[in-house]
């Protein structure tokens, strides 16, 4: 594995170019999507290398993932729709499909017991996704309900006292609750969000 640069082959395909005496490749088949993918590498490269290893625990695993993360998400870039989601959470998925993959090749030969109460770096990368994905899909919600859902769910706070607050009657908020965790539900699922 090379160093961070990622100045090879894989960069040029997806339009980066951190060389700054390098010359734009003259091949006008580039389309905006690379440039997108382009983009989307260098603004989450660096959390992406620290979410693999944070979980792997293995710096050059990590490097692994992460360039193994983009060739696939080149692969895929078609099948990317920005409606269901943002690019950020898409990388991340394709990450952890092949963080597991890294884990569990490893896991076939295992170098030391693990200590059963400390939650697997699988678990722990399966709540980020989890966060992430959740964070997106109350990003979509209106101000009202996302408030709604805020205040009951994360806050803790009861639905009398949000009514009281917010000036409206108690059945409102309710309603707000109500059909905030449908547009929610709704969300996660074209989301891809499995339980």
Known sequence: MSSCAYSGPM???VGLHLDPGQDPP????????HEQLG???LAHRGEL??????????????EEAVQETFVRALRARPGFDPKLGAMRTWLFAIERRIIV??????????????????????DQMEAALRSWTVEEA????????????????????PGRDLARELGVPEGTVRSRLYYALRALRVTLDEMGWAE
Request: proline share 7%; no cysteine.
């Open 11 to 13: 960069t040029r395909g």
């Open 49 to 62: 290398l620290g979410f693999a290893k944070r979980s792997l625990g293995d710096d050059s695993l990590a």
């Open 26 to 33: 003259t091949d006008s088949g580039e389309s905006p999507d």
């Open 39 to 41: 983009a989307a590498f």
């Open 101 to 122: 993959d890294l884990a569990r090749a490893r896991s076939a030969h295992p170098a030391q017991e693990l200590d059963p109460d400390v939650p697997s770096a699988a």
């Open 138 to 157: 109350l990003r979509r919600l209106g101000p009202e309900h996302r408030l709604v859902v805020l205040e009951i769910y994360y806050r803790g706070r």
